[in-house]
């Protein structure tokens, strides 16, 4: 089949990669502008405009599918529409551009977790299983019916930004798959069913740790909300960047101290911060205008931790 491919970040590599090299040809591949990165403001194009460009495809840099970006996909004759992470809706006509549609892979178990931040919202819930679901792209947000949902299973120390790399790897093989059965008119997609759930945009204070959590809620949180928009917490009036944390397992011969949420300790090597029942362990930080660095070693420098305090 002949096909267009939308997206932008690095979660739509793995897509546009296994696609190119299918049986499939990939008539253009469309992806949101160049931005500024860095703290030089370079610009930059996207990782997806990137890798098309190594692969030799003709790319539409568009931030929105306006009649014009419409009118040049129609133009371009395809059966078939990928979109992965794009970063912009897609409204008819250019729903209809395709002979076929629109298909959209979506990293959550649909109906849950409609929305921008499907894996960073699973993994703040501590949530330990989530599903690469592929879908007929419609109107309304992520409520198509569904080609194929594959299982993950999220480590329980992964980040979110970890869990997102390996779903978007697994979730390419899924789309080819559903792209050959389409080609081949053997794909059913089926209409979703239980109650949905929504997943909106991370903001920075979604970004904000509250030890007064307990151990599961906090480890959870910093871990869906890395790398973005990040997790954090503030030592008197520094910003402290938390990137890592642990959670000690059950029955370990070197107990943990007792402390009040916030407060700090260490003790075996490790930096323990309390909340509302269990401490938790933090392995790698990042002080404002600093380098990450190891969490003990920060503490350390901190000389004595007694009534030192993370909120």
Request: charged share 20%; hydrophobic share 45%; net charge negative.
């Amino acid at each position: 089949m002949r096909l267009v491919v939308a997206g932008s970040p690095a979660a739509a590599v793995p897509t546009l990669r296994r696609l190119a090299a299918s049986e499939h040809e990939i008539a253009a591949v469309l992806t949101r502008p160049a931005t500024p990165q860095g703290r030089k403001r370079v610009l930059t194009p996207t990782p997806v405009a990137q890798v098309a460009e190594d692969l030799g495809l003709p790319v539409i840099e568009a931030s929105r599918v306006d009649d014009e970006v419409t009118a040049r996909i129609a133009d371009l004759g395809v059966d078939l529409g990928v979109i992965v992470a794009y970063g912009a809706l897609l409204r008819r006509p250019a729903l209809d551009a395709p002979r076929l549609g629109w298909i959209n892979l979506h990293f959550s178990d649909l109906p849950l977790y409609r929305g921008a931040a499907p894996v960073q919202r699973a993994v703040m819930a501590g949530d330990t299983r989530t599903a690469a679901t592929v879908f007929q792209l419609v109107e309304a947000l992520d409520a198509g019916p569904v080609y194929a949902s594959d299982p993950f299973d999220i480590d329980p120390e992964a980040t979110s930004g970890e869990v997102l790399a390996a779903m978007a790897e697994t979730g390419a093989e899924t789309v080819v798959r559903v792209v050959d059965g389409i080609a081949a008119g053997t794909a059913v997609a089926t209409e979703q069913s239980g109650e949905p759930t929504l997943a909106p945009k991370l903001t920075i204070d979604d970004g904000r740790i509250d030890f007064a959590a307990p151990a599961a809620a906090v480890h959870a949180r910093l871990r869906g909300v890395t790398p973005e928009p990040g997790a954090y917490a503030h030592l008197g009036e520094t910003r402290i960047k938390l990137l890592r944390s642990s959670r000690l397992p059950g029955g370990t011969p070197d107990p943990a101290p007792s402390l009040t949420p916030g407060a700090l300790a260490v003790q075996g090597g490790r930096l323990f911060v309390g909340t509302a029942d269990d401490p938790l362990v933090l392995t790698e930080v990042q002080p404002a205008g600093k380098k990450a660095m190891d969490a003990v070693a920060w503490a350390r420098g901190l000389g004595e931790l007694d009534g030192k305090v993370l909120a």
